[in-house]
DNA sequence: CGAATCTTCTAGAACGGTCTAGGGCTGCGG
DNA sequence: CCGCAGCCCTAGACCGTTCTAGAAGATTCG
C-alpha cells in the first residue's frame, strides 16, 4: 500500500512481509514439499494481501520447465475461441501458462513458431490451420488438434470424421433417403478425411451406387455457393439430401437453393459439420454434427502434461466422438 | 552444429565464439550504440551463423521496458485476425513482442489482463470487444482499437462512423433513395455510435421524417433475421433502401428478404459495414464499408513507441477515414 | 545420552539477458 | 612529453524466480 504502485510485488516483498526467506515463499507458492503447514498458510496469507502474483518471464528462465504451452491458432472462428477458453481453463487448473501465436496472411507457420520460441515454450499446441507437417516436433511435446497427422512423436485429439458422417449419413437413411451428395470442402487434411468418411459411410448402407462427391473447391460460404450451384448445373436429378463438408458450405448451400425455389427441407434435406453458430441460427437452423471443443483442449493439455512427466503413454491418438444435434434442415424423403 | 541441439544458443555462445564480452553482443543486437562498425558486423555474423535468438524472457526481466504489447482481442472473425497481422508487421518492424491474451465466455476482462500482466507486458492494445473503461489505463499506455472510450489516458485509433455512414448514405441518396432505414446492432457501444451516425447522415440529407431505426438486438446473423422480420412485419410501406450495423446482419436481411420474394437490389437496396470475406461473396455481393485494419494496426503501435518514449503527443484520438465498395446489393430506386 | 534421521528452513548460484561504471587505447592540444 | 578527451570494450551487479547444498532444530533410536 504504501510502496511505488508501479512496481510489481515480487517474492522477495512477500518474504521480507513474513519475515522468512525468499526460497522458503518460493517453495510454497510452487506448492512444493519442504515447509511446514503453518508457514505454508501464513505465506500464502501474506501473498495474498500484498496481491502476489508471480512473474513468469523469472519463473521459467529460473525453472528447466517452464510450464508454458505455445498455442499456434488461425482462422480463428467461434470453434477455435471455443478451444482456446478451454485451453486456458485447463492449463490454469494444471498451473500452466499459455503463449499464443496467431497463423495470418502475412505470417507463415515457421515464423509463428519462432516468435513463440522466444518464449522459451516447452510444448505446442497446434489448433490449425491443418499442416501436414508439424514443426517442433520431437524437440517438444506437440498436440495437433482437430486434425489427424501421421508422425510419430505428435500427439492427435481429433473428432472422428468416420463417426460423424456416419451418423450424419445414418441419420438421412433413417429418414428414408438413399440418393444423398456430399459437398466437398476442398483440398485440405480435414476435407479429404471427411469425403473418405462419407464414402465409407454410404459404403456401410450398401449405397456406393449412390456416391456423388460435388466439387466445392474450398471451405467457406463462397465455396458452399460454387458447390450448391455445381449440384443444380449438374443436369441430372438432384439428390434427396446433402451433407456438407461444414456449417459454411452447408448454409451457404441452402441459401441458393432457397433462390432456386427449392425448400429445405421438404425438397432437399442438408446437414452441415460442426454445429457452429451458423447452424444455430433460427433462420438457417442446420442438423450438424456437434465437436465437443472444450473437452478437446482439455484432452490436449492432458497428454501435455503427461509427456513432460515422462509418462510413456503409448497411444498417440484420441478420438472423440462426435454428436448429432437434429434441427430442422433435415426430413423425411418426399414422397415422388 | 556439434552443441546439444536442445539448448538454445545463448548471449554467451556469441560472445565466446566472436572472442568478446557478452556486453559488447548485449550492445549490438540491440543496435545501441557503443560498438565499432568492425565488430557489429563480425558479432552479427557469427549471431547469424549460430542461429541465435535472443530470449524474450531474459531480456525483458533485464530491462525495464520490456518492449513487450500485451493484446486483448476476442470475437476472433476476419477483421480482428487482419488486425493481429497488422500489429504483428509494425510490432516486429519496431522489435517490440507480442503477447496475446484472448478474451472467451468463461475468460473475462479482468482474468486476460492480469494473465498478460504476469508477462509484464509495457502497453496494452485492445481490439475487443469494446467495453467502456479499459483497464490497466494509465499504468500502462493503453489503446483502443476500433471504437471510442472516455478517458484522459488512453489512446485510441478507429475507423469514422459518422463518415462511414455518412458514404452509405450517400450513396443510397446519389441512387435516388429517400426511405431509408437502418438495422441496428444492439446494445454495444460501436452500435450506439452507427445509430447515431445514421441519424445525423439522414439530417444532413434533410431526411430526419424518413429515420428509421430497426431493432435487431445484437450483432450477428441471428440478430440480423430477426431485424429483418422486424422491418417485414411492420406492416407500414417497406424502404426502398437498409444500412445495417454490419455485414453479418446486412446478409442475415438480404436471406430473409429472398425467401419473402423481394429482390434485392431491384426491390430494396442493402449496405453492409465492415467489408468483411461475407460481403465480397459472389452470392452476397454487399455494398459495403471498408476499414483498414493493418493501417489501424500500424497506427496502433506507432502511438504505443510514441508514448513509452515519453511523446508528448496532444490528441489521443486517431481517426481514419472509410472507404465505400461498391457491389451488387445496391442499385436506383425503383420507379413505382 | 549421543548419534542418526527427519523436518524445516536458508544461503547462494544459476537462468539469459541489460546496464552502469570504469579501464585501456588512441589522438590532440598545450 | 603530459594531460585530457573520446571511443571501444569489459567486469560485474541486477531483474525475479528456481534449485542445490547444507545448516539448524526436533525427533527417534540404540
Redesign the interface.
Known amino acids: 500500500m504504501t510502496e511505488d ?2 512496481r ?1 510485488v515480487t517474492l522477495a516483498d512477500v518474504a521480507r512481509r513474513a519475515g522468512v526467506s525468499t526460497a522458503l515463499v518460493s517453495v510454497v507458492m510452487r506448492d512444493a514439499p519442504g515447509a511446514s503447514q503453518a508457514s505454508r498458510e501464513r505465506i500464502l496469507g501474506v501473498a495474498k494481501e500484498l496481491g502476489y ?6 519463473r ?2 529460473a525453472s528447466l520447465k517452464a510450464h508454458v504451452i505455445g498455442v499456434l491458432f ?4 467461434r470453434f ?3 478451444l ?2 478451454g485451453l ?2 485447463a492449463a490454469e487448473e494444471r498451473g500452466w ?6 497463423l ?4 507463415d507457420e515457421k515464423q509463428a513458431v ?2 513463440l ?4 515454450l516447452d510444448a505446442l499446441v497446434m489448433l490449425g490451420p491443418p499442416v501436414p507437417e508439424p514443426l517442433l516436433a520431437g ?1 517438444v511435446p506437440v498436440v495437433v488438434v482437430g486434425w489427424h497427422v501421421d508422425h510419430p512423436e505428435v500427439d492427435i485429439v481429433r473428432t472422428s470424421d468416420e463417426h460423424g458422417m456416419a451418423l450424419a449419413v445414418d441419420h438421412l437413411v433413417s429418414l428414408g433417403h438413399s440418393r444423398i451428395a456430399h459437398l466437398e470442402g476442398g483440398s485440405g487434411l480435414v476435407a479429404q478425411a471427411r469425403r473418405d468418411a462419407y464414402r465409407s459411410a454410404m459404403r456401410a448402407h450398401g449405397l456406393e451406387a449412390q456416391i456423388r462427391v460435388v466439387p466445392c473447391g474450398g471451405e ?3 465455396d458452399g ?2 458447390g450448391a450451384r455445381a449440384l443444380l448445373q449438374a443436369g441430372s436429378e438432384l439428390p434427396t439430401a446433402v451433407v456438407a463438408f461444414n456449417d459454411d458450405i452447408a448454409a ?1 448451400a441452402m ?2 437453393l ?2 432456386q425455389g427449392i425448400d429445405v427441407p421438404r425438397d432437399i434435406s442438408v446437414i452441415g459439420f460442426d454445429d457452429s ?2 447452424a ?5 437452423d442446420l442438423t450438424s454434427i456437434r465437436q465437443v471443443p472444450r473437452e478437446m483442449a482439455r484432452l490436449a493439455v492432458e497428454r501435455i502434461v503427461a509427456r513432460t512427466d515422462g509418462a510413456d503413454v503409448a497411444d498417440r491418438e484420441i478420438v472423440l466422438e462426435p454428436g448429432l444435434r437434429v434441427r430442422t434442415s433435415t426430413g423425411p424423403v418426399r414422397e415422388s
Do not use: N
Open positions: 504502485p508501479r510489481r502474483r508471480p512473474d513468469v518471464r523469472a521459467s528462465l488461425g482462422k480463428a472462428g477455435h475461441l471455443e482456446l477458453d486456458y481453463a501458462d499459455l503463449a499464443l501465436s496467431a495470418t496472411d502475412s505470417r519462432d516468435s520460441r522466444d518464449f522459451r524437440q467457406d460460404q463462397l455457393q460454387r451457404a441459401s441458393v432457397a433462390q453458430v451458423l444455430q441460427s433460427p433462420g438457417i
